[in-house]
Antibody, heavy 121, light 110 residues
């Protein structure tokens, strides 16, 4: 069974940094593209970043470009998001999401439960 | 980049049919597949439609998806509504470098 478990969230001051992790199990991690998607309290979903299986391509939303860095360690079946220069509007639940491998379109077939990041002084 | 616009909320009675729209701001709706996610309070999203009209295994055939090039929009239709369908629904599409979500629609089944 596929499991994605995020960790690393918490309370951080504006301008601070945080590193999120996502531990994957139940599938061959290095075959799959992975993503971070966030959801501000009471708001909609916002795609944050993607990384391909072989690290070939990395993409970011404009709202986080230059501040966030996505990475993965296929040997540890883990996905990461390094978040720097955090702002109040980065406050959200951050979900790790797997992209379906066989589809013609990129869609998310499994999601973690999320980890809450709160940016506040 | 483009935006996907959804109605903020819709409501309908159990047993009826409801349709949620998702309008693309620029570029053709047909040029990139649309997905639909259901999200109940306190839970992560789950996929109910992918590639415009495909249902993942386990999703009942009461859920269907379509696109309409004339209105440049996608639609999620839920028939024979049940109270358990009450949730937020998000459409999603993509371009060569990003994924885009609609703002979400709150479905109330009353």
């Amino acid at each position: 069974e596929v499991h994605l478990v995020e960790s690393g969230g918490g309370l951080v001051k504006p301008g601070g940094s945080l590193r999120l992790s996502c531990a994957a199990s139940g599938f061959t991690f290095n075959d799959y593209y992975m993503n971070w998607v966030r959801q501000a309290p009471g708001k909609g979903l916002e795609w944050v970043s993607s990384i391909t299986s072989g690290y070939s391509y990395i993409y970011y939303a404009e709202s986080v470009k230059g501040r966030f860095t996505i990475s993965r360690d296929n040997a540890k079946n883990s996905l990461y998001l390094q978040m720097n220069s955090l702002r109040a509007d980065d406050t959200a639940i951050y979900y790790c999401a797997r992209e379906n491998l066989a589809a013609a379109a990129p869609w998310f077939d499994y999601w973690g439960q999320g980890t809450l990041v709160t940016v506040s002084s | 980049n483009f935006m996907l616009t959804q109605p903020h909320s819709v409501s309908e009675s159990p047993g009826k049919t409801v349709t949620i729209s998702c309008t693309r701001s620029s570029g053709s709706i047909a040029s990139n597949y649309v997905q639909w996610y259901q999200q109940r309070p306190g839970s992560p999203p789950t996929t109910v439609i992918y590639e415009d009209s495909q249902r993942p295994s386990g999703v009942p055939d009461r859920f269907s998806g379509s696109i309409d090039s004339s209105s440049n929009s996608a639609s999620l239709t839920i028939s024979r509504l049940k109270t358990e369908d009450e949730a937020d629904y998000f459409c999603q599409s993509y371009d060569s470098t990003s994924k885009v979500f609609g703002g979400g629609t709150k479905l109330t089944v009353l």
